[in-house]
């Protein structure tokens, strides 16, 4: 750990001595009773080299494309040969053990605090303070005769997160949590101006220049590698993960999420508007996860039978709908009309089941793992039926990205104006700290020896933070 502090402190630095700009600190009526210094042992530092990545790492093959593209990566032209081998045979699927232990890769504290300092290291609250600094000094400020400006410490923004957590918290629809439980706070004055929280949720921004890179993906890309790779460094994910695109954020942007069957993200990938979703997603949130014996659980927008095939090679399992354009190997098989019950069920010699079904209306499914024979259930009535295999494990994890964004959106706040297009970088960017917040919370609930309910950990959280200084009148 002294290592990753001194590296940092170089880095920060350089960065104050390019940066830097005189101000008068004098004027301001403001200050807070605890030290800079006080905190200075308690957060866990991370060097900013460790949670960027390099220009050549950022990329996503396809990030080009537009949405006119006819095909991607996986395009169904160049099926391989034993694609193309299909059989009414049952074929087994490949074996592939799972070689992870599920859980955390570094010890942890039990309280809600310790989780949430593991996923907020102090090196990220520098990284934010010296951005709010920065675009103050050099946007706002000299623009404006005769004001100066404060510049943000670190302890100050510890309280101005904390009242940005309660925000969400307070403005809460469920009625009887909002009745039993009075409010954090009940007076913001008590720590920080209307005015001063005002300023500084105006700067608050999260670029990070790239070398070489002009897009303003360089807007959010910093928060999206900080998370990312705190998310590979801290936490080994379950066996099941699912893919789906994340329907909370209120920005332009297109958010996908790999979540395990708890509602944990482990990635996050973004798409601009125009950019065409498709199996490269799946590929790009599974580029670090191959090679274990995971399960993947997806739905027809990111599956092909290629990327199932090159997944299974790499092995891991994929099982998921499949759209019917996608689907180019089987004619007779794909046009074959089906009445209500009925099923055709075909194997490959990767052991690869696709199976055709209909209940309602028809659905074709893919997997590497599940067979599509009949399987006994009890339904919703508490009868029995059957369904195909596949389809059943399919329907027993698709609600697993539904439930992360249920809990998300429990206590969301939005930062910004959806119109101005400034600002969908920065509610993008806050998204972000709350999925950060979710993540603590759940793993909190697995890991820490005693479950909460969200609302009281976040109460936990927002009084730490508080407690870093009140206002005190000068």
Known sequence: MDSKNEIFEELASKMNSQLSVETGNDDHDESYSRSENESDGEWETMSESEWSISDSDWSIAGDTESASDTEDEFSLSSVTPSLKDWSDEIRSAKVCPFKLKPGLKESCGKSPVDFFKLMFTRSLFEFLVNNINNYAM????????????????????????????????????????????????????????????????????????????????????????????????????????????????????HVYLLTDEFGLAHKLVVYQYDQKPGPNVAKTLLEDKLDVGHSVYLSDVYNSLELTKFLIDRKTYVTGPIQRKRFGVLKEFKEKQLNKGEKIVKYNADGICVTKWKERREIIMISSEHSGEWKQYIDAYNQKNKKPACVLEYNKYRDSIEKHDEMMGQYYFVCGKKTRTTYKYKRLGVHILQMLMLNAYILYNKYGGKSMSLIDFRTVVVKHLLSYGKRVRV
């Open 138 to 253: 050099k946007i706002i400020y000299p623009n404006q005769q005769g004001r100066r400006f404060k510049e943000v410490t670190v302890n100050e923004f510890y309280v101005f997160f904390g009242l940005l957590l309660n925000i969400g918290t307070i403005n809460t629809n469920i009625i009887d949590d909002f009745l039993k439980t009075p409010p954090i706070v009940e007076d913001s004055e008590e720590f920080m101006s209307d005015v001063r929280f005002g300023i500084i949720l105006k700067c608050l921004n999260f670029e990070h220049e790239l070398p070489g890179k002009n897009d303003k993906m360089c807007e959010i890309s910093h928060m999206i590698d900080y998370f990312n790779i705190m998310m590979r460094k801290l936490v080994n994910p379950e066996k099941v993960l699912c893919i789906e695109e994340s329907i909370t954020v209120p920005c332009y942007e």
